[in-house]
């Protein structure tokens, strides 16, 4: 090669590396990749054409791009980068399902160390396939035992990527154990580390989307929403990058549903899964537009919303189980949450499904159920000191209060839930919040303190859209309207109406298009509320009090 070949190369490779730490990923993998096909990347350089590709969101060039780097540093006999380039492709692999493949990669990287005698940074990335591996079965305190000693390797060794995927890792786990000030103190000097511009823009963006899950599941919703707003100008400044870009939409698309901003949030849900076919994004993309639809009473694009939801392996519960009480299909509501919460041992997951369970249980008359899974929820709330997870549990407990017609516990459940709320910025459960504690006050003969409420509450479902509940809101401001005694819901009241026009219990749910359990269920809590034993007592008893 002549000298002036040579220094053409060093030229083009000088640009390639510029155009990298400019992030300006096309260029940077357009000059990058003419250098390998001409066999004139070194190792190095090689590995970071694979973080380019994966930028532009070529999965399977990364991967091959990570091999050859392998075998160019094996070539030269460098064998603890070698190591670690092994490592990072079994961490690549078995995040993506392919765990065979995964386990060659990490014999490779472990063979290597074992050959040389002093301990090194690729050590801790020898344990993160294996902090991964306790992530899927569900060990989490294996996981946070791993991962902390992993990124006290990276922390000796001064790598700011390990020390940042480890860290993060750890901190997730310890999220799903309840381990909450402790996790979000390790959270936030993670993001102090990626945003300080430390790490990698690979593990920039990955660590950027691991916390903001870890957020989004632990409902830390302020958290949220400012490292949501720092990804979104993170990825702004990228024109060209591909990777990560339908996570930030999705998760922004959450966040914008919580703040009341809907249209915009069907707008990031429907860019998100354009973009991706499957999995856990496309999954939660559908979930946010389903919720919308939901609210706004779009009962059929809400129906196929979170039919989306199941088919690309996600939850649609507890909003498909609320879709169907709103539809009147009490029976499908009460199995399909029930089953939701059957399966779910999760804690994240469990606080999750909750709220919905106590909705549907007070609703449908299964008030026990409601009050123990009220006890949980509180649990919950109280061991992880989470604004929103104490907020649902005093929304629930004011829910169930109301029911059990204790109308002054119901409104000081409920008062605690507004301030929450509102502290949060989350308009919807505040509307939702001030409705139920209208009732309350209805209840307690407070007239105008309720109507302050409640047209409030409709405020804030018009501003939002939300038509079915600015309806409900309707008919309970309506001044020939007054509250129903002895705490029946509007269900019981439509059943005990048919009860005392003479229907029997079959007909009444051919009627009402329920099953005959679920009437028989309502017929015991009227005469439980009404404190009657008969049919005739419950009619008499309805009729002196015109409840129906």
Same mark, same amino acid.
């Given at each position: 090669?002549?000298?002036?070949?040579?220094?053409?190369?060093?030229?083009?490779?000088?640009?390639?590396?510029?155009?990298?730490? $400019?992030?300006?990923?096309? $260029?940077?993998?357009?000059?990058?990749?003419?250098?390998?096909?001409?066999?004139?990347?070194?190792?190095?350089?090689?590995?970071v054409?694979?973080?380019?590709?994966?930028?532009?969101?070529?999965v399977?060039?990364?991967?091959?791009? =990570?091999?050859?780097?392998?075998? #160019?540093?094996?070539?030269?006999?460098?064998?603890?980068?070698?190591?670690?380039?092994? %490592?990072?492709?079994?961490?690549?692999?078995?995040?993506?399902g392919?765990?065979? +493949? $995964?386990?060659?990669?990490?014999?490779?990287?472990?063979?290597?160390?074992?050959?040389t #005698?002093?301990?090194?940074?690729?050590?801790?990335?020898?344990?993160?396939?294996?902090?991964?591996?306790?992530?899927?079965s569900?060990?989490?305190?294996?996981?946070?035992?791993?991962?902390?000693?992993?990124?006290?390797?990276?922390?000796?060794?001064?790598?700011?990527?390990?020390?940042?995927?480890?860290?993060?890792?750890?901190?997730?786990?310890?999220?799903?154990?309840?381990?909450?000030?402790?996790?979000?103190?390790? %959270?936030?000097?993670?993001?102090?580390?990626? &945003?300080?511009?430390?790490?990698?823009?690979?593990?920039?963006?990955?660590?950027? *989307?691991?916390?903001?899950?870890?957020?989004?599941?632990?409902?830390?919703?302020r958290?949220?929403?400012?490292?949501?707003?720092?990804?979104v100008?993170? *990825?702004? *400044?990228?024109p +060209?990058l591909?990777a990560?870009?339908?996570?930030?939409l999705?998760?922004?698309?959450?966040?914008?549903?919580?703040?009341?901003?809907?249209?915009?949030?069907?707008?990031?849900?429907?860019?998100?899964?354009?973009?991706?076919a499957?999995?856990?994004?496309?999954?939660?993309?559908h979930?946010? =537009?389903?919720?919308?639809?939901?609210?706004?009473?779009?009962?059929? %694009?809400?129906?196929?919303?979170?039919?989306?939801?199941?088919?690309?392996?996600?939850?649609?519960? !507890?909003?498909?189980?609320?879709?169907?009480?709103?539809?009147?299909?009490?029976?499908a509501?009460?199995?399909?949450?029930?089953?939701?919460? %059957?399966?779910? @041992?999760?804690?994240?997951?469990?606080? &999750?499904?909750?709220?919905?369970?106590?909705?549907v249980m007070?609703?449908?008359g299964y008030? +026990?159920?409601?009050?123990r899974?009220?006890?949980?929820?509180a649990?919950?709330a109280?061991?992880?000191?989470?604004e929103?997870?104490?907020?649902?549990?005093?929304q629930? #407990?004011?829910?169930?209060?109301?029911?059990?017609?204790?109308?002054?516990?119901?409104?000081s459940?409920?008062?605690?839930?507004?301030?929450?709320?509102?502290?949060?910025?989350? !308009?919807?459960e505040?509307?939702?919040?001030?409705?139920?504690?209208?009732?309350?006050?209805?209840?307690?003969?407070d007239?105008?303190?309720? =109507?302050? =409420?409640?047209?409030?509450?409709?405020?804030g479902?018009?501003?939002l859209?939300?038509?079915?509940d600015?309806?409900?809101? +309707?008919w309970l401001?309506a001044?020939?309207?007054? !509250?129903?005694?002895?705490?029946? @819901?509007?269900?019981?009241?439509?059943?005990?109406?048919?009860? $005392?026009?003479?229907?029997?219990n079959?007909?009444?749910a051919?009627?009402l298009?329920?099953?005959?359990?679920?009437?028989?269920?309502?017929?015991?809590?009227?005469?439980t509320?009404?404190?009657?034993?008969?049919?005739? #007592?419950?009619?008499?008893?309805?009729?002196?009090?015109?409840?129906?």
């Amino acid at each position: 090669m002549t000298s002036q070949e040579n220094a053409d190369l060093t030229g083009s490779l000088e640009q390639a590396r510029a155009a990298y730490l $400019a992030s300006e990923w096309r $260029a940077a993998y357009t000059a990058f990749k003419e250098l390998d096909d001409r066999g004139a990347l070194p190792p190095g350089d090689i590995e970071v054409l694979a973080m380019v590709s994966f930028m532009l969101g070529n999965v399977g060039e990364m991967l091959g791009a =990570q091999e050859r780097a392998f075998h #160019a540093y094996m070539g030269e006999g460098q064998k603890l980068p070698a190591a670690r380039v092994a %490592l990072w492709t079994a961490s690549n692999l078995a995040s993506r399902g392919k765990f065979a +493949d $995964a386990s060659g990669w990490v014999e490779r990287g472990q063979r290597l160390l074992e050959s040389t #005698a002093e301990p090194s940074v690729a050590h801790g990335y020898l344990l993160m396939p294996q902090a991964l591996r306790h992530v899927m079965s569900h060990e989490l305190e294996q996981v946070v035992s791993v991962a902390a000693e992993a990124a006290a390797i990276g922390r000796q060794f001064m790598d700011r990527n390990l020390e940042a995927l480890a860290a993060q890792t750890q901190a997730r786990a310890l999220l799903h154990l309840g381990q909450t000030a402790t996790a979000f103190r390790l %959270l936030d000097e993670v993001m102090l580390s990626v &945003r300080a511009g430390d790490c990698s823009p690979m593990v920039t963006g990955l660590v950027y *989307c691991a916390v903001l899950e870890g957020c989004y599941e632990a409902h830390e919703v302020r958290r949220a929403a400012d490292w949501t707003d720092l990804l979104v100008e993170w *990825c702004g *400044c990228q024109p +060209d990058l591909v990777a990560f870009t339908d996570q930030c939409l999705a998760h922004r698309s959450e966040i914008l549903r919580l703040q009341g901003e809907w249209n915009s949030a069907l707008t990031a849900a429907q860019r998100s899964h354009e973009n991706v076919a499957r999995g856990s994004v496309a999954a939660q993309a559908h979930y946010q =537009q389903a919720e919308v639809y939901r609210l706004r009473g779009e009962f059929g %694009l809400a129906e196929q919303a979170f039919e989306q939801v199941a088919l690309k392996g996600g939850e649609p519960q !507890p909003g498909l189980a609320c879709l169907r009480l709103s539809q009147g299909n009490e029976d499908a509501a009460v199995a399909s949450i029930r089953r939701a919460l %059957l399966e779910s @041992t999760d804690l994240l997951d469990r606080v &999750r499904l909750l709220p919905g369970f106590v909705r549907v249980m007070v609703e449908t008359g299964y008030l +026990d159920d409601a009050s123990r899974a009220i006890g949980e929820l509180a649990a919950i709330a109280e061991q992880t000191r989470i604004e929103v997870h104490l907020g649902w549990a005093a929304q629930a #407990a004011g829910v169930l209060f109301l029911a059990l017609s204790k109308p002054v516990e119901a409104a000081s459940s409920l008062r605690k839930a507004m301030e929450i709320w509102q502290e949060v910025g989350m !308009p919807y459960e505040l509307a939702l919040t001030r409705k139920h504690l209208g009732q309350a006050l209805l209840v307690m003969g407070d007239e105008e303190g309720a =109507q302050i =409420q409640l047209q409030a509450a409709k405020g804030g479902f018009v501003a939002l859209g939300a038509t079915p509940d600015a309806l409900a809101v +309707d008919w309970l401001s309506a001044p020939d309207v007054q !509250p129903r005694p002895f705490g029946l @819901t509007e269900r019981e009241v439509e059943v005990l109406a048919k009860l $005392a026009s003479g229907a029997t219990n079959r007909a009444i749910a051919e009627d009402l298009v329920l099953s005959e359990r679920t009437i028989d269920r309502h017929v015991s809590n009227i005469f439980t509320k009404l404190g009657v034993s008969t049919r005739s #007592a419950a009619t008499a008893q309805a009729i002196r009090n015109d409840v129906v």
